[in-house]
Every structure is written in structure tokens, then in C-alpha cells.
């Protein structure tokens, strides 16, 4: 199973500015790409899917560059409710299970 | 909004005895999962589970590990000798036939001594 990485910060932030993770895959078959958040010692919660030309939900903005093999997430107007570790989880192709990268951790600040 | 439900929270165990883990995943949903996070570090995929049997497993899943729908609503995970590095967070997913997006439960933590 190839890997995923990420950044594992952490990003300290200030309330209501932008900020941006990436995260790269090493399996170029692979076929499905989400972002999950997870709060500390609770389970991962599905926070998007990331398709090929780009999805925007609210204030979250993921972007999927296929040939690169990079996955970025955009949060806007950031909130003191984002803070959490963000996982970078990417569905080999053929595969059913997820493979996780160990995520990045995001603390905003008041 | 339907939920993956685990159970127990919290399984404290000795070395060697065997746990059977739970999970109840979403009601209309046909394929469920396996994966573990030992803490500090990344989750990690067990197995998938569909149609009554398994479908993919890792190299993690060894012959101590088994997997079974024992009803039309149950999942679950035995461990049959359990082993200090078995210690971790336990999560149940599920997933619906035609949907990639899978749903975590909250996970149960094993704790061996």
C-alpha cells in the first residue's frame, strides 16, 4: 500500500485568516481522494470528496492535481471550531480500503 | 443523520484473551470496514467486508484476526490472542453500494496489559 503525505504542522493561524494544506500520493492508480478532519482521540469525520475539476463546499475549497499526484485543501474565514488534525485520505484504485496520510494539525487562534 | 455505533468505548484486556469488537454500521449501508490508529500515528485500513464475506484485507489482518456479520445489523471484530501491540483505537466504517465515501464509528479503544 503506497503512501500519502502531509505536512503534520502544526499551522497556528489566526481567526478568520485563509489557510492552505497539500498533500501528495505516491499510487498514480489511484482512483478516489477526500479530505477527512479529526478532533483529537475521536474518529475521522468526512468533511469532502475531492474531484478532479475542483469542489467548493461553504468555506472549504479542495483542489486534485492527477498528474502531480497533489490534493490541497483551502479553508476561508477560518473559524476557532477548524481547529483539528485534517487527513489527507486517497482510495487506491482496485482497492476498498483508505489509505490515510497522518494528517496535519491546524490550531486557530483567537 | 445515521450513525456507525461501536461498542464498547473502552475494552481493557490481558494478554492472550481473546475481544470481540461491535459495530452496528448504517442501516441501508452494504459495505463495512476495519481500521486501527495506534496512538500518535496513522489510521490504518484492516479489512472491508461485503456480501457476507471479506473482500480486501491488509497485511495486518493475520490469522488472529477474524471478521463476521453474526445478524442483519452487527458487525464484528475478534481478535483471538490478543498481543500488547494490539493496542490501539478500533474503528468501524461502512459504506453504501454505490457511494465511495465511508462513515467512521466512534471507535472503540483496546487497551492490553
Known amino acids: 500500500r503506497k503512501e500519502v503525505e502531509q505536512d503534520p504542522g502544526p499551522f497556528n493561524v489566526p481567526e478568520g485568516a485563509t489557510v492552505a494544506f497539500n498533500c501528495t500520493y505516491s499510487n498514480s492508480a489511484s482512483q478516489s481522494f477526500f479530505w477527512y478532519r479529526q478532533d483529537c482521540r475521536k474518529e475521522p469525520k468526512l468533511l469532502m470528496s475531492?474531484?478532479?475539476s475542483g469542489n467548493e463546499d461553504g468555506r472549504f475549497t479542495a483542489q486534485l492535481n492527477r498528474a502531480s499526484q497533489y490534493i490541497s485543501l483551502l479553508i476561508r474565514d477560518s473559524k476557532l471550531s477548524d481547529s483539528a488534525t485534517y487527513l489527507c485520505?486517497?482510495?487506491?484504485?482496485?482497492?476498498?480500503?483508505?489509505?490515510f496520510g497522518k494528517g496535519t494539525h491546524l490550531i486557530i487562534q483567537p | 443523520e445515521p450513525e456507525v455505533t461501536q461498542t464498547p468505548s473502552h475494552q481493557v484486556t490481558q494478554m492472550g484473551q481473546e475481544v470481540i469488537l461491535r459495530c452496528v454500521p448504517i442501516?441501508?449501508?452494504?459495505?463495512f470496514y476495519w481500521y486501527r490508529q495506534i496512538l500518535g500515528q496513522k489510521v490504518e485500513f484492516l479489512v472491508s467486508?461485503?456480501?457476507?464475506?471479506?473482500?480486501?484485507k491488509s497485511e495486518i489482518f493475520d490469522d488472529q484476526f477474524s471478521v463476521e456479520r453474526p445478524d442483519g445489523s452487527n458487525f464484528t471484530l475478534k481478535i483471538r490472542s490478543t498481543k500488547l501491540e494490539d493496542s490501539a483505537m478500533y474503528f468501524c466504517?461502512?459504506?453504501?453500494?454505490?457511494?465511495?465515501?465511508?462513515?467512521f464509528g466512534p471507535g472503540t479503544r483496546l487497551t492490553v496489559t
Open positions: 467486508f461485503y456480501n457476507n464475506e471479506i473482500s480486501e
Open positions: 442501516s441501508n449501508h452494504l459495505y
Open positions: 475531492v474531484y478532479s
Open positions: 485520505v486517497v482510495r487506491p484504485g482496485g482497492a476498498d480500503g483508505l489509505t
Open positions: 466504517a461502512s459504506s453504501a453500494l454505490d457511494r465511495d465515501e465511508q462513515y
